[in-house]
């Protein structure tokens, strides 16, 4: 069975396709990203396995 580790992280608008790719380099897969409702930011969830 595969144990995961997550991530959260703060999505700048301007700058997403360079924050995602950075990620991906290091192993993270995108699984979802969210408006929080009290502020608008956007937040990233990856996961990748453990090492």
């Given amino acids: ?5 997550y991530l959260t992280a703060p999505v700048m608008v301007h700058n997403t396709k360079a924050i995602l790719d950075t990620f991906g380099a290091d192993g993270w897969e995108l699984v979802q990203i969210v408006t929080m409702p009290d502020t608008g930011a956007l937040v990233a969830y ?3 396995p453990k090492a």
């Fill in 46 to 48: 990856f996961k990748r």
């Fill in 1 to 5: 069975m595969t144990t995961w580790e």
